[in-house]
């Protein structure tokens, strides 16, 4: 269950892998088109597993940058899961207009 970002009311979420259902989601108490926020921290931290990954490369700084490695990977399964048990939600934004518009019901002169 997610939060609703116009009205606050809860919203029930189908499962992650199914886009179907999410290119859909709208609020059943508003009718709010929704769409799930993506992740922020994925980039943070896949750069910083990168470079504790060179970092391990280095000899005798080997056991700490493992620690460090561990440590977030076990951060960065625990945020997953976090966002796939409770996604966040953002309205979702009308698609714009087309610039150049076809009349195609006028019989030429």
Known sequence: MAKCP???R????PFVLNVDKWRWLACPHCA???????P???VAL??????LIALGGLGHRRI??????VA???????ATSAQLLRPELQLRKPPPKAEVELKISDPPN
């Open 46 to 51: 896949s750069s910083f597993m990168l470079a």
């Open 40 to 42: 922020r921290y994925l």
């Open 32 to 38: 709010a088109k929704l769409e799930r926020k993506s």
């Open 6 to 8: 116009a009205c606050e």
């Open 10 to 13: 809860e919203v029930t979420t």
């Open 64 to 69: 700490i940058s493992s620690v460090l490695l």
């Open 72 to 78: 977030l990977m076990v951060a960065f399964l625990v």
